[in-house]
């Protein structure tokens, strides 16, 4: 086979593989390297704790998120408080399609900081929201006196393990704003599209269109109620996709459903910059099913799972871990995590051949053997669910993290569902970046026919230019190819 000349070659000299082949069926091992050497995984980590909250929910789960009146009702006239009770839904109808499908596009808006090429979904993130107002309305409320309030209670609020976002059970939009940079002619402004509008912010322009140079975009979000995009933009040249994170995601849901309530005609006299958090405090109200005036129900849980895993969404998959912990009437993302260990124990998991301490794969402690990911991968194969788990895998040259990667004359396009995954650090001493991490967990159907599991990693690949991230995963697909002819 070719794998011992792909990974033998000089470009991986200093780097470290580790690969697990087995027959599907029979669990037969078919190929062996460093199988049980614990790996920097990068996304593969996500399929741990989509499977676990898969086991947990089920994939025909859907969220509820309703609204409730705490007060006097009469004559259309709310004299108390209208409560949002956030449930955990990871999308608020934000990503809904008419055929009933979330949205996604190959490379989300999660990743438009870090990677060129991100597009926006054509569905309103405010749906949701404008869904649970026009209920609102339709119930007979006219007028709220009182404030409105997101009830944000279900688990507590923790700052991620990477630092990046607040893991919380409110999610509007993944809790970014999305700024859609159009060029103009050369010497002209560029135009700024972003979502979700809100009148607690602005956004100004001082990006200048050019007709020759870089295109070189940075966004001033010092002034959290204005939004400052400078640079340059080259004319002609594709818009581009840049966010900011929400650092009150409460507040801004909020804000968001005052303004729909608004939009719908139902007045509120409570400023839309009220701090969720001080009014929250304050509510020590039971809720009544009688005095519910509104429910927003989600899509199938399925249908979030491949958002989580198609384009490697972080915020959901950590979020996943809280939702574990409130699945189980627990409150906290170490509770969570403890019970994706759980999860893992039952399913045969080693415990000793990974480490992990979040959701998506992004703390240095984060390390998975090749073995203990075929162990997933094999339990999960067994599962009454297991359809969804595998339809939610990126597929091979066609989407998510995986399209474009071979095209339709390879023999393995289309062939191949699994999880990407991808670490890159700087090394400053040699000016230069470090590929931590390269790996692949999933399914494969040889030309004979089997059905197989597998799961690859390179670790400590030196990369002389950006290219080089491409060529080891062009390498993988390599590996994957031999596969495919010869088992």
Not at 242 to 269: H, N, Q
Not at 419 to 429: Q, R, V
Request: glycine content about 8%; some cysteine; aromatic content about 6%.
């Amino acid at each position: 086979m070719g794998i011992n000349s792909t990974i033998n070659s000089s470009t991986y000299k200093q780097s470290t593989w580790g690969i697990l082949i087995q027959d599907q069926n029979t669990s037969e091992v078919l190929f062996s390297e460093n199988s049980q050497e614990l790996f920097v995984p990068g996304s593969t980590t996500k399929i741990f704790v989509a499977a676990a909250a898969l086991a947990a929910y089920g994939p025909d789960y859907t969220f509820q998120t309703p609204v409730f009146y705490d007060g006097d009702l009469e004559s259309g006239t709310l004299r108390g408080n209208l409560v949002l009770v956030a449930s955990g839904d990871l999308t608020m109808g934000g990503r809904n399609t008419p055929d009933g499908r979330m949205a996604y596009t190959n490379l989300d808006h999660c990743d438009a900081n870090y990677l060129e090429g991100a597009n926006l979904t054509s569905t309103d993130p405010l749906s949701g929201l404008n869904e649970l107002a026009r209920q609102v309305k339709a119930s007979g409320i006219n007028k709220v006196e009182g404030d409105v309030i997101i009830d944000d209670r279900l688990f507590e609020k923790i700052l991620a393990p990477t630092g990046e976002y607040l893991i919380t059970p409110i999610m509007i939009n993944d809790n970014l704003i999305d700024l859609e940079i159009i060029p103009g002619k050369a010497g002209e402004n560029a135009t700024i599209n972003w979502r979700p509008q809100s009148s607690i912010y602005t956004v100004t322009s001082q990006v200048k269109t050019v007709s020759a140079g870089e295109t070189e975009i940075t966004v001033d979000d010092d002034d959290k109620s204005n939004l400052v995009v400078e640079g340059q933009i080259l004319e002609n040249s594709t818009p581009l996709v840049r966010t900011v994170t929400v650092e009150d995601p409460s507040s801004f849901a909020r804000a968001l459903f005052i303004e729909a309530l608004k939009r719908e005609g139902v007045e509120v006299t409570s400023p839309v910059s009220n701090q969720n958090q001080q009014l929250l405090s304050n509510n020590t109200t039971a809720y009544n099913d009688d005095e519910r005036v509104a429910l927003l129900t989600s899509l199938p849980f399925s249908e979030n799972i491949k958002v989580v895993l198609k384009v490697s969404q972080n915020m959901q998959a950590d979020t996943l871990v809280a939702l574990l912990a409130a699945k189980n009437g627990k409150k906290t993302f170490d509770e969570g995590m403890q019970l994706v260990g759980d999860f893992l124990l039952s399913a045969g998991v080693d415990s000793d051949m990974l480490a992990l301490s979040d959701g998506r794969g992004g703390t240095s402690s984060d390390r998975i053997s090749p073995e203990a990911s075929n162990q997933l991968l094999s339990y999960m194969t067994r599962q009454s669910y297991y359809q969804s788990f595998f339809d939610a895998l990126p597929v091979l040259g066609y989407d998510g993290s995986l399209v474009g990667i071979v095209t339709n004359t390879s023999p393995i396009y289309g062939k191949v569902n699994a999880k990407t995954g991808t670490a890159i650090a700087e090394d400053k001493l040699n000016g230069r970046g470090i590929l931590l991490s390269k790996s692949l967990d999933g399914y494969l159907v040889a030309r004979s026919g089997r059905k197989l599991i597998f799961s690859i990693y390179v670790n400590n690949v030196p990369l002389n230019s950006t290219e080089d991230v491409a060529l080891a995963h062009q390498d993988i697909t390599k590996i994957l190819e031999s596969v495919y002819y010869n088992l």
